[in-house]
């Protein structure tokens, strides 16, 4: 079951310090974009991926192809994608055992929640972190 308590949200939202933002967009004009870039400003080290982006940047981050080409640690992906294209993503984010997966407002995939959860993955589906976190007050 997705976490959608406002104390799961706001564990979350504070821990979290590194953030894979799957659907990344040099699009100014992309929800995707501007999500990352409030995130930023939020405190939060935001790495997009996007294949057709990768090696590029975006807003002063290097683009990765995917969750496995990300050299370093990760604390949640974030995706904005169809939720017909996120089962792929869910498996590498269980394969590389990122401890949270967040599916954006509209991204529902119950299969695919149920089987981060069952990895040991905390879940958050169909909710945005740029609207929770000014609704929870978290500061950094």
Known sequence: MPIE???GLRDILT???TIALVGASEKTNRPSHEVMEYLQKAGYRIIPVNP???GKQVLGETVYAD?????EAIDMA???LAPERTDAVIDQAIEQKIP???????VINETGANRAESAGLKVVMNRCPKQDI????IAR
Request: aromatic share 10%; proline share 7%; net charge positive.
């Open 5 to 7: 308590n406002e104390q």
């Open 15 to 17: 821990s979290v310090r």
């Open 52 to 54: 057709r982006l990768a």
């Open 67 to 71: 969750l496995a080409s990300i050299p």
């Open 78 to 80: 974030e995706l904005f």
């Open 100 to 106: 949270v997966l967040w599916l954006q407002i509209g």
């Open 134 to 137: 000014p609704r929870f007050n």
